[in-house]
């Protein structure tokens, strides 16, 4: 069973929506959530974290942990085609080294 | 700012030759990872760091060793290359993880082709 799961898409949404990428995990473990922006060619280049449940706010990011159900979400908000990447979502269980990385879902803004 | 290198962009190799895929991080960080990522699986661990000679094998180390004699190099060895290790590989480092964030740095990526 995988620890982390995403859904591969594509998703597509018209510039200045909202891009909603969803993410599941099996280990109720305590966890830090990292969600990666990977360009196609490019590595990936960490957006933000979360730990905490609720809501987390940068910029047009919003990061969301939901502990009871285990997901965890990143909602982009006015969506640019500069945005269109893959999304990779990793956990990581407290003082542990080791990522859990999903295989990533990939998004396409439209102009 | 953090700067992870690795010492090929692309590499091309030919079947059963010993291929050295070399990482180096600037930041002092106590860990560091080797990924590889093909379509559709996601990033792989294939073996991880977290001090200078400490090694753990991640999910997929069949086919590969490693070696950290430095704290800021951690190099991958594919012992006898075969066409399904045709893929791109990342390293990646992060600092200790006390706590709750401390997250991986990447490297541009190899991608290796064996022929």
């Known amino acids: 069973q995988k620890e982390v799961e995403q859904n591969s898409g594509p998703l597509s949404v018209p510039e200045g929506a909202i891009a909603s990428l969803n993410c599941t995990y099996s280990?109720?473990?305590?966890?830090?959530f990292f969600w990666y922006r990977q360009y196609s060619g490019k590595s990936p280049e960490l957006i933000m974290f979360?730990?905490?449940?609720g809501d987390k706010e940068d910029g047009r990011f919003t990061a969301q942990l939901n502990k009871a159900s285990q997901y965890v979400s990143l909602l982009i908000r006015d969506s640019q085609p500069s945005d269109s990447a893959t999304y990779l979502c990793?956990?990581?269980?407290?003082?542990?080294?080791?990522?859990?990385f999903g295989s990533g879902t990939k998004l396409n803004v439209k102009p | 700012d953090v700067k992870v290198t690795q010492s090929s962009r692309y590499l091309v190799k030919r079947t059963g030759e010993k291929v050295f895929l070399e990482c180096v991080q600037d930041m002092d960080h106590e860990n560091m990872f080797w990924y590889r990522q093909d379509p559709g699986l996601g990033l792989r661990l294939i073996y991880f760091?977290?001090?200078?000679?400490?090694?753990e094998k991640g999910d997929i180390p069949e086919g590969y060793s490693v070696s950290r004699e430095k704290k800021e190099r951690f190099s991958l060895i594919l012992e006898s290359a075969s066409t399904n290790q045709t893929s791109m590989y990342l390293c990646a480092s992060s600092l200790f993880p006390f706590g709750t964030s401390y997250e991986q740095y990447f490297g541009p990526g190899t991608r290796l082709t064996v022929t």
């Open positions: 990793a956990g990581r269980l407290y003082n542990f080294n080791k990522f859990y």
């Open positions: 979360i730990y905490s449940n």
């Open positions: 760091s977290y001090d200078v000679k400490m090694k």
């Open positions: 280990d109720r473990g305590s966890q830090s």
